[in-house]
């Protein structure tokens, strides 16, 4: 049926017929009204479902004409409308889903991902490129939906851009230095809370269980150097801001996660697990503001006692640009970003390095024999011990490399327009590095998909480093916690093992799949201990 009025030509209004003058506007309005009323009729001759139709067409050239790509940008799959490739990532393994894109595309190619396009990075060669040599274009952190809802604007260690950052990691670094980081009283500390692990792990009297305690005690390590004490193993509060914690490593490398970050506008009002990264993220900083309280009640500006008192002094002594970000919310975000990063890596290689020892037992002897050779029972390790550890310094590396705890790197952007292994990379654009495919690279190591050893070993039996043993990144944003990470993982596997064999449940197939999260951990699995000298 067809509209029972129209519009003829002679009755239309012509636009360059309206004066400019302010006073004529009432003529300008009228054209308004019967442009309006023209799309009235028009939808009303159309129907309800010509104008979805039309609605709908609409959309999607609104949503080409956002995603479509300059010359020159790298290739990818062909992305659906509105989600793109999203549906396509393998969530239980999207590390070896975007290998296996490189296999196609190259080692640059790109996808959207709901509402964000994202250049992938793959192999040692170009993810060293991108890091290293152009490290000042690939520096700072694109925009994401999560970070400006849990840090709330350019705030924090990992997430913070431009002078914030740059001010906030000196302070950082210096900071850890000083309170301990690569010193004797630090590897100290870690000798005594490898003490305290120990006589836990005694306490199960030979009883199967899962190596939770691990946790506890690494995460007593930054807690020392960012609170100022330790924590008991059996207190309440700590333990469930370690629970927090690893839930927010799970539920980031979710799909939750990944729909959130692709439709923040949408899934805020749904319900679902990705709501609670934020009520865990709550509970950690409510965790954090209670520690600062602590200190300010008897904070003593002339003998700083630790991290947070180190922040305060350079709040109340000290004056600032506020984009230097010294305030009391950062002091909160900083150290949420230390209390997880100190935490939750070293924990889980922690864990994969017992579960790669118990898989294979004849490297696990070849430790122990390595132990009694250079240190003995008499003695607790140091870091000394190392240059005369070649093996058990070869095996840490290995642990690192196979277990590949953090399979994705994280997010960089574009600071200008560049070019990249020969394609486009637009200002502002989303770059990430595939780590796994460093780790992995097969044109770097001799054996990648097994557990070698020998990988970090010369022909001599000496340890050697590889350039492509990148577990901690590159570049400017190379983890700031590194050296206290190793010191870290050498003493905890020594005095460990120095102390324990470690054997699997009789029958009980080790799993060396791992589940990944925001990092890649172990499947759950128990320990037996079996003490090597009384």
């Known amino acids: 049926m067809t509209p029972t009025c129209c519009i003829t030509q002679e009755h239309k209004l012509d636009p360059s017929t309206l004066s400019t003058d302010p006073n004529t506007q009432t003529q300008t309005h009228m054209h308004k ?3 309006a009323m023209q799309l009235l009729w028009l939808f009303e001759g159309l129907g309800f479902k010509g104008v979805l139709l039309i609605i709908f067409v609409f959309l999607l050239i609104a949503d080409y004409l956002k995603n479509r790509k300059p010359s020159g940008y790298p290739p990818g799959p062909f992305p659906l409308p509105f989600v793109g490739n999203i549906f396509s990532m393998d969530a239980e393994e999207p590390h070896i889903y975007l290998t296996k894109l490189a296999e196609v595309y190259g ?61 906030q990691r000196r302070f950082t670094v210096s900071t850890l230095r000083h309170f301990g980081q690569g010193k004797k009283t630090l590897e100290l500390a870690i000798c005594e809370e490898c003490r305290n692990l120990m006589e836990e792990m005694e306490g199960q009297k030979g009883e199967a269980f899962d190596p939770t305690h691990l946790n506890s005690a690494v995460s007593n390590i930054i807690c020392q150097m960012v609170f100022g004490h330790r924590f008991d193993y059996s207190d309440d509060t700590f333990q469930r801001m370690l629970h927090y914690l690893s839930q927010i490593v799970h539920l980031e490398g979710s799909i939750w996660h990944q729909l959130y970050e692709a439709f923040p506008s949408i899934m805020k009002h749904l319900p679902g697990r990705h709501n609670d990264i934020f009520s865990s993220y709550r509970h950690v900083t409510g965790f954090l503001k209670e520690e600062l309280k602590r200190h300010k009640e008897n904070f003593d500006p002339a003998d700083p006692r630790d991290y947070i008192d180190a922040f305060l002094v350079e709040i109340t002594e000290r004056t600032h640009d506020p984009d230097d970000g010294f305030d009391e919310a950062n002091v909160v975000l900083n150290s949420l970003d230390l209390f997880m990063a100190g935490t939750e890596t070293t924990t889980i290689t922690l864990r994969w390095a017992l579960l790669y020892l118990m898989k294979y037992p004849h490297i696990q002897e070849k430790v122990h024999a390595e132990i009694d050779r250079v240190i003995g029972q008499s003695r607790a390790p140091s870091m000394d011990d190392r240059p005369n550890m070649p093996y058990t310094d070869a095996v840490i590396h290995e642990v690192q490399r196979l277990g590949n705890i953090v399979p994705l790197n994280g997010l960089r952007m574009a600071a200008k327009d560049t070019a990249l292994g020969g394609y486009f990379i637009p200002k502002g654009a989303a770059v990430m590095p595939i780590l796994t495919s460093v780790l992995y690279d097969k044109s770097e190591w001799e054996t990648p998909d097994e557990f070698n050893p020998g990988h970090f070993l010369d022909s001599e039996g000496k340890f050697r480093r590889r350039d492509a043993f990148l577990p ?29 064999r470690f054997s699997a449940l009789e029958g009980e197939e080790l799993s060396l799949k791992g589940i990944v999260a925001s990092g890649r951990i172990p499947y759950p699995f128990k320990i037996l201990t079996h003490t090597r000298y009384q």
């Open 472 to 500: 901690f990144s590159a570049g400017k944003r190379i983890c700031s916690g590194e050296q206290l990470a190793r010191m870290e993982l050498f003493l905890f596997t020594v005095s460990l093992f120095q102390k324990f």
């Open 107 to 167: 080692n640059i190619f790109g996808l959207r991902l709901g509402r964000d396009n994202i250049v992938f990075l793959n192999g040692y060669k170009i993810i060293r490129e991108a890091l290293v040599v152009q490290g000042e274009n690939f520096v700072d952190r694109p925009y994401s939906p999560t970070v400006a809802r849990v840090y709330a604007g350019n705030r924090g260690l990992f997430f913070s851009n431009g002078q914030t950052w740059k001010k």
């Open 33 to 35: 009204i019967l442009s």
